[in-house]
Structure formats: structure tokens, C-alpha cells
């Protein structure tokens, strides 16, 4: 238990109030999971008196002290609430702090009884006047109070992602409710902080049905909807259509992104969601067969704006969007490069390095490449492909230049379009490995002179 909670829980007792720990901590508590994050509602004690306890033992900051919420450390400590709608969006609320509130009333504005549970660190007492804890047991999704839960229709999205994190079935009225919420008053930052979570759910895949079930694959992704009844390569992908792949992919790539930092772990995810955007656009009987030709390059421009409708950029300075648009135009390239009948060079692989991180690419291209189930498919070219480019050293950047301007100038270059152009080309001829080192560099430098 965090020490914190515990001072903060007795010291609130001793002024003759109730501190309980509430929210995602409890349910995750039940699951058997570690949680970080632990916010506590404070009963019996008024606003003011609420900030003299908190700061005799820390420091104290204010998150929203209209509605008395604080921050004492790393915990959220704040009244009970009371919320009413004002008008459409997310910030349409009217909420007030009321310290008499009964632990029903508190209970009863939280989305799903799985999160409607209080623990009380002092007694070790759950209060679950809702029965969140069958729920957990059962593993069944079930909303609070029907009458107020489409008053946030980012709760929609948060049941999906629930779903997909814990395992968990959406009750018939549950479903039924989320159906019928309008979505289109959420900003696109909302949005992506839910589809972030469920992107590292165990099995993605199970959120995303569960969002076409729902009718939000339709109404907020369209480039992902139009994958839904794409027909695919019978030989290749038995299975079905391309969402159907596409869905197994994703499963596939959440398996192999826990060694990597999450701005590439995202990466990952997000190309292997858009790695076929360009099929419905190029699918075709062709030659007495169904083919998908360059849907790679056709994938961008969906691809791009699917990440414009979940604001996707760049996350801690990591170009992630590049990163998602590079995997998505070349996701075929490491098995036509080892089918090529002609050996690729290295200059190839420099080369694409340029676009891609190549391991990010190799492992995107694996996970399409065993997400063909049922079937037997051959995956090696994806490791080949990936120890070519570590092999070289440009698994995740290209070559730096060797040859630079500082050099040129000692050569009586000036600065300026030509120095440029001499840079460039001496950075191809390095690319295909014929420049090695600075002499070889300056060698080349020269010849392009004439000197």
C-alpha cells in the first residue's frame, strides 16, 4: 500500500472524515494487476479544511479547484462530485464538490461498475454499492446508471478499450446504449488517449470487433472500415477479408513490441493497423485472380489521414507518423527482396534506411506475415531481411555522410548549390559502397571537380 494514502487516510480520520481510494487503482487491485495511479475521494471534511490536511503532509497543487481537486504528490486526492450536463462536448459539465454525498451518490456518476468500487486503506473495506465486483468475476461490462452514462460519449471508446484490456463481455444494455451515442463531439486527443490504450491491450483485436460491432469503426475510421468485406488473395490469406487480416496482424505485432521504446512500439502498432489501407482502393480480378497491385504506395494517402484523425505526430521528438507512413509504403519489401531473383545490393538496403527504420519495418512485416492464419507460411524472409540491415548497421537510421562541407571548403569549394550537389553525390557513391572512407570521399569530390 502507498504510504502516502495511508497518511493522507488517517490524517483525514482523524478530523472525523473518510478517505477511500477510488477509480482504476481498486478494479486493477482485484484484477491482480499494479497500478500507479491512485486517486481518493475525501467524505465528511469541507473544501478548505480538505487543503489544510493535505498540506501538513506535502506539498499541495491544485488541479480543479472549482470542484476541490488536488494533487498531493503523485496522488489525486478530491471531494465527491456531483456532474450535470451543460450542452454537447466533453468539457459540457457543471461539478460540484459535496462532501455529504453518500458513497452510492459518489458511485453512481463513474462509467462501469467495474470502476465504481472504493477500497478504504484503513479497514481494507471494499464499498461496492453497485456490485462491481461480480462483474469483475463474471467478466461483464456493465454501465452505472443508463440514464446518465451518454452523457460522455468518450465512454463508448473506454468500454472498448476495457473490453480488449481485461477480457471483459459488454451486457446486452451496455451494447445496446453505446450503439446509439453520437461520437462526433470527441476531439481527436481524446480519442488517441483511448486507442492507446487499447492498441496495448493483450489482444487488440478483440477492442477493434468490438468497435465494428459497435458501429465506431464506421463512424470514426473509414480508411479502417473500407478494410471490412475487401476480398483478399484466396492462396494468401484464406481467412477472409482484409480487416479479418488485418485484425490477426495486429495481434501478431502486439507480440513483438515490449523490447522497444513506446514512441516505436507505437509505430509498430499504428503500421500494422495501416498496413493494408491500400487494398480497397487496388483490389482487383485480374488474369483470372484477385490482386492488390501497389497497394503499398496507394496506402499513404489513407494512412495519412487516418493519423490526422487521431492527431498522430511525433511522440518524446520520435517522428512516429513517418515511421507509420514508411511501414505502411514498404511493408512488402522484405519478401520481394528475398524472392528478388537478382541478389539486392547493399546500396538497397541503405537506401530504404532512409525511409524506414528497417527493424520496425522487418517486425510490422513479420506480424503480416504469419497474420494469414489458417495456413503455413514461410516468415524467414523477414529475419534475413532484418539481420542484412544490422549486418550493415542501418536497422534503424541511414549512414551518416562521410564526406561533409568543412571537407569541400579545404578543397576551395565555396558554400552554396554547388557544394550541395558535390555532397550529394559523393553520399550516393557511399551508399553503394563505394566510398568507404574521407579519402575515398575526397577522391570522388575531386573527380567531380575536375581537379
Same mark, same amino acid.
Given at each position: 500500500?502507498?504510504e502516502?494514502a495511508l ?10 472524515g473518510?478517505?477511500l ?8 487491485r ?6 500507479k ?34 494533487k ?14 451543460s450542452?454537447r462536448?466533453h468539457?459540457?459539465? =457543471? ?17 462501469f ?12 473495506e ?10 469483475l ?9 443508463a ?15 476495457f473490453?480488449a484490456?481485461?477480457n471483459?463481455t459488454?451486457?446486452?444494455q ?18 488517441w488517449g483511448?486507442?492507446e ?11 477493434l470487433?468490438l468497435?465494428?460491432?459497435?458501429? =465506431?469503426v464506421?463512424?470514426?475510421?473509414p480508411?479502417?472500415?473500407?478494410l ?6 484466396p ?7 482484409v480487416?479479418v487480416h488485418?485484425?490477426?496482424v495486429?495481434?501478431?505485432a502486439?507480440t513483438?513490441?515490449d523490447d ?12 500494422a ?11 482487383a ?16 494517402a ?24 514508411g ?21 538497397a ?35 534475413w ?10 536497422q ?12 569541400l571548403i579545404?578543397?576551395?569549394v565555396k ?10 553525390a559523393?553520399?550516393e ?11 575515398e570521399?575526397? #577522391? #570522388?569530390a ?6
Open positions: 500500500m502507498n502516502r497518511d493522507i487516510a488517517r490524517a483525514v480520520q482523524r478530523d472525523g473518510r478517505a481510494i477510488v477509480g482504476g487503482w481498486v478494479r486493477d482485484l484484477l491482480g494487476h499494479e497500478s495511479d491512485i486517486d481518493i475521494e475525501v467524505f465528511g471534511i469541507q473544501p478548505e479544511r480538505l487543503r489544510a490536511i493535505l498540506e501538513s503532509i506535502g506539498r499541495v497543487e491544485t488541479v480543479g479547484e472549482s470542484f476541490q481537486v488536488y498531493c504528490g503523485d496522488i489525486d486526492v478530491s471531494l465527491p462530485r456531483r456532474e450535470s450536463k450542452g462536448g468539457r459540457a459539465f =457543471v461539478v460540484t464538490g459535496d462532501p455529504s454525498m453518500s458513497f452510492e451518490d459518489a458511485a453512481r456518476r463513474r462509467d461498475t467495474i470502476n465504481a468500487i472504493s477500497f478504504d486503506p484503513l479497514t481494507g471494499y464499498i461496492d454499492p453497485f456490485e462491481g465486483r461480480d462483474d468475476e463474471r467478466r461483464l461490462l456493465r454501465i452505472v446508471d440514464g446518465t452514462f451518454a452523457d460522455d460519449s468518450l465512454r463508448v471508446l473506454r468500454g472498448i478499450q473490453a484490456r481485461f471483459l459488454l451486457d446486452d451496455t451494447r445496446e446504449i453505446c450503439r446509439s451515442i453520437p461520437l462526433d463531439d470527441l476531439p481527436a486527443e481524446r480519442i483511448e486507442v490504450k487499447l492498441l496495448f491491450a493483450p489482444k487488440p483485436s478483440t477492442g470487433a468497435a465494428l460491432e459497435l458501429g =465506431v464506421e463512424r470514426l475510421w480508411e479502417l472500415f473500407a471490412v468485406g475487401c476480398v483478399q488473395e492462396e494468401w490469406h484464406p481467412e477472409g477479408d480487416w488485418t485484425l490477426q495486429v495481434d501478431q502486439r513483438r513490441i522497444l521504446p513506446r514512441p516505436q512500439q507505437l509505430a509498430v502498432m499504428l503500421g493497423v495501416c498496413h493494408d489501407f491500400g487494398k480497397p482502393a487496388t483490389t480480378f485480374l488474369d483470372g485472380r484477385i490482386r492488390s497491385i501497389d497497394h503499398e504506395a496507394q496506402g499513404v489513407p494512412a495519412s489521414a487516418f493519423l490526422d484523425r487521431l492527431n498522430v505526430h511525433s511522440f518524446d521528438g520520435y517522428d512516429v507518423r513517418a515511421q507509420v507512413l511501414v505502411t509504403e514498404q511493408h512488402l519489401k522484405p519478401g520481394m527482396w528475398f524472392k528478388a531473383p537478382t541478389p539486392v545490393g547493399d546500396g538496403f541503405r537506401r530504404l534506411a532512409q525511409k524506414v527504420d528497417l527493424e520496425l519495418l522487418a517486425r510490422v512485416a513479420k506480424s503480416d506475415c504469419l497474420g494469414r492464419e489458417p495456413g503455413t507460411f514461410n516468415c524467414q524472409a523477414m529475419d531481411f532484418l539481420e542484412r540491415a544490422r549486418a550493415l548497421g542501418v534503424h537510421a541511414p549512414p551518416q555522410p562521410i564526406l561533409l562541407g568543412r571537407h579545404a578543397l576551395g558554400p552554396g548549390p554547388r557544394m550541395g550537389e558535390i555532397l550529394k559523393v553520399y557513391q557511399q551508399l553503394d559502397g563505394s566510398v568507404t572512407t574521407v579519402d570521399g575526397l #577522391a #570522388a575531386r573527380a567531380l571537380l575536375g581537379t
